[in-house]
């Protein structure tokens, strides 16, 4: 156990607590990066940044229809990998599609991407976890709030809060359909969850996450340090969102007649590999949390368009 060096301890009693957070939100010492200097004091103040634009649409298009052959090769698949909608048999999420040797592994790679997690994180940066997840129309269920970095750090072996989560948008976000929600700041203080890791937690907790996530008054404190504000990531296809580790976040159920999908990696750097779980159980699989591969992702330049589709 890590116990001795855990700058975050959560889940060791029956309440919560709140604490000030102990590392930095942008990293010193990265290289130059396409974000301007409101860009990333935004970020710095926020949690998160939105950018319209990042992909055209014809990059859009064919992220589309990739995206729509890996969901229909995995549509019978049982997989845990392969994450299904608690009610049906609809598809929410894809694991691990950064190793599928073709198209999204080069699009994990993608400078217009790499640049900017190089920018925040201060260093080289490899992908810790990568998805693609669909919220269908009508079905597509709420997800709690939480900081994904708790989980990290708890159940995967983060040992710090080094790392971006990219959300790139492929279908306009509308308040309506289930967007991502955000609570403005969340990333500046550490939420201490109650209870306990269960055995194989992750089986669960990937349709509905009941451990690790904060208790109603937290919530509340968060959102009044917030001035109240809940913010969504709304956006046309073609965004992308980039937001802080430990920003509280979640999203409600999709009850319009519209999808919503997107590409999801989280960008690690390369000085904040895993180690042990802190809840000091067993790591989650792989298809989690990568321990394998840490070589730093060298970006690739160019289009989309140039990439030939499967």
Same mark, same amino acid.
């Given at each position: 156990?890590?116990? !001795?060096?855990?700058?975050?301890?959560?889940?060791?009693?029956?309440?919560?607590?709140?604490?000030?957070?102990?590392?930095?939100?942008?990293?010193?010492?990265?290289?130059?990066?396409?974000?301007?200097?409101?860009?990333?004091?935004?970020?710095?103040?926020?949690?998160?940044?939105?950018?319209?634009?990042?992909?055209?649409?014809?990059?859009?298009?064919?992220?589309?229809?990739?995206?729509?052959?890996?969901?229909?090769?995995?549509?019978?698949?049982?997989?845990?990998?392969?994450?299904?909608?608690?009610?049906?048999?609809?598809?929410?999420?894809?694991?691990?599609?950064?190793?599928?040797?073709?198209?999204?592994?080069?699009?994990?790679?993608?400078?217009?991407?790499?640049?900017?997690?190089?920018?925040?994180?201060?260093?080289?940066?490899?992908?810790?976890?990568?998805?693609?997840?669909?919220?269908?129309?009508?079905?597509?269920?709420?997800?709690?709030?939480?900081?994904?970095?708790?989980?990290?750090?708890?159940?995967?072996?983060?040992?710090?809060?080094?790392?971006?989560?990219?959300?790139?948008?492929?279908?306009?976000?509308?308040?309506?359909?289930?967007?991502?929600?955000?609570?403005?700041?969340?990333?500046?203080?550490?939420?201490?969850?109650?209870?306990?890791?269960?055995?194989?937690?992750?089986?669960?907790?990937?349709?509905?996450?009941?451990?690790?996530?904060?208790?109603?008054?937290?919530?509340?404190?968060?959102?009044?340090?917030?001035?109240?504000?809940?913010?969504?990531?709304?956006?046309?296809?073609?965004?992308?969102?980039?937001?802080?580790?430990?920003?509280?976040?979640?999203?409600?159920?999709?009850?319009?007649?519209?999808?919503?999908?997107?590409?999801?990696?989280?960008?690690?750097?390369?000085?904040?590999?895993?180690?042990?779980?802190?809840?000091? !159980?067993?790591?989650?699989?792989?298809?989690?949390?990568?321990?394998?591969?840490?070589?730093?992702?060298?970006?690739?330049?160019?289009?989309?368009?140039?990439?030939?589709?499967?």
């Amino acid at each position: 156990m890590n116990y !001795q060096n855990d700058l975050y301890p959560s889940r060791t009693g029956d309440e919560a607590k709140i604490s000030e957070r102990k590392s930095p939100i942008v990293y010193p010492g990265g290289a130059d990066g396409p974000l301007k200097k409101d860009q990333l004091q935004s970020y710095e103040d926020r949690g998160y940044i939105m950018l319209e634009n990042v992909f055209s649409s014809e990059e859009v298009e064919l992220m589309k229809a990739e995206l729509s052959q890996t969901m229909k090769a995995n549509e019978h698949r049982e997989s845990e990998d392969v994450i299904k909608e608690p009610t049906s048999n609809e598809i929410r999420s894809v694991f691990e599609i950064h190793k599928d040797g073709q198209f999204f592994q080069r699009l994990a790679q993608n400078e217009r991407l790499i640049k900017i997690a190089e920018q925040l994180l201060g260093s080289q940066v490899y992908i810790n976890q990568s998805r693609i997840n669909f919220k269908p129309g009508f079905k597509g269920k709420e997800f709690y709030w939480h900081s994904d970095f708790e989980t990290w750090h708890m159940e995967d072996g983060m040992p710090d809060m080094r790392a971006v989560s990219c959300s790139i948008i492929l279908t306009d976000n509308h308040e309506f359909n289930g967007p991502l929600m955000l609570i403005p700041g969340s990333h500046k203080w550490y939420v201490s969850c109650a209870g306990e890791t269960p055995a194989d937690n992750y089986k669960s907790s990937l349709k509905q996450q009941v451990a690790g996530t904060p208790d109603e008054e937290g919530l509340a404190w968060l959102t009044e340090q917030a001035d109240g504000q809940i913010d969504r990531a709304t956006g046309p296809a073609g965004s992308v969102l980039f937001f802080e580790s430990n920003t509280m976040h979640g999203s409600n159920g999709n009850l319009s007649p519209y999808s919503r999908s997107n590409v999801f990696f989280v960008f690690n750097s390369v000085e904040n590999k895993l180690v042990q779980p802190f809840s000091g !159980q067993s790591p989650r699989p792989e298809f989690l949390a990568n321990r394998k591969s840490f070589e730093p992702i060298a970006p690739q330049s160019g289009m989309l368009t140039g990439m030939f589709s499967r």
